[in-house]
């Protein structure tokens, strides 16, 4: 079955403590995204990645940090540094970076207290 | 980035109903995409159309690109239509999402 898989569904942390969201896809696409949806809002873009060992910041990148060690993962690390990091976070891939159609995961929500 | 928006923000149907979404975007584009958020937070892909017209089931698409928005039909509407309908758009790398629709459809 070819797909997104986010792990996992629901996650708490405390204030102050990292925390890192699982992306792996097994399409074969070259790009991959981390977006962020914030409750009533549209999602807003927080790193991409076209590439292995390549990625670029989006909107929002303050306070997060991503790797993309192997084609087929993503991961995203929320940092003490996010100042708000309660929300609803997507990845999505897609062949290539520009134009080509985006394809989401399942979705990690993320509560911090 | 691309400023997407979307009208109406709310939608209510009665079941059977058929209604229209529609998405205006700022900028010449080469990606545009409808979705539609499921309960679960879901992002399932509607249409990729970044311009043209496209028919899938009891939904369809149409983009005019050179007058820079989007409509999404949907007729004969189901209670399983309910849901957030988003739109977005890119000339680049970057997709840009609108706020949404949320349409409630009322058996």
């Known amino acids: 079955d070819g797909g997104i898989t986010q792990s996992p569904k629901y996650l708490f942390r405390k204030e102050g403590q990292n925390v890192t969201l699982s992306c792996e896809q097994n399409l074969n696409h070259d790009a991959m995204y981390w977006y962020r949806q914030d409750p009533g809002q549209g999602l807003r873009l927080i790193y991409y990645?076209?590439?292995?060992?390549?990625?670029q910041k989006g909107d929002i990148a303050e306070g997060y940090s991503v790797s993309r060690e192997k084609k087929e993962s993503f991961p995203l690390t929320v940092t003490s540094a996010q100042k708000n990091p309660t929300a609803f976070y997507l990845c999505?891939?897609?062949?290539?970076?520009?134009?080509?159609?985006?394809?989401f995961g399942p979705g990690t929500r993320l509560t911090v207290t | 980035g691309i400023q997407v928006e979307q009208s109406p923000p709310d939608l209510i149907l009665q079941e059977g109903a058929n209604s229209t979404l529609r998405c205006n975007f700022s900028d010449s584009v080469n990606n545009l995409q409808w979705f539609h958020q499921n309960p679960w937070g879901q992002l399932i892909n509607l249409f990729y159309?970044?311009?043209g017209t496209k028919q899938n089931g009891r939904l369809s698409a149409t983009t005019v690109a050179t007058e820079r928005y989007s409509l999404l039909y949907i007729s004969s509407s189901q209670t399983t239509d309910s849901g957030v309908y988003f739109c977005a758009a890119a000339n680049d790398y970057k997709l840009s999402f609108g706020a949404g629709t949320t349409v409630t459809v009322r058996a």
């Open positions: 159309i970044p311009s």
């Open positions: 999505a891939s897609s062949t290539r970076l520009a134009g080509d159609e985006q394809y």
């Open positions: 990645s076209q590439i292995v060992n390549d990625f």
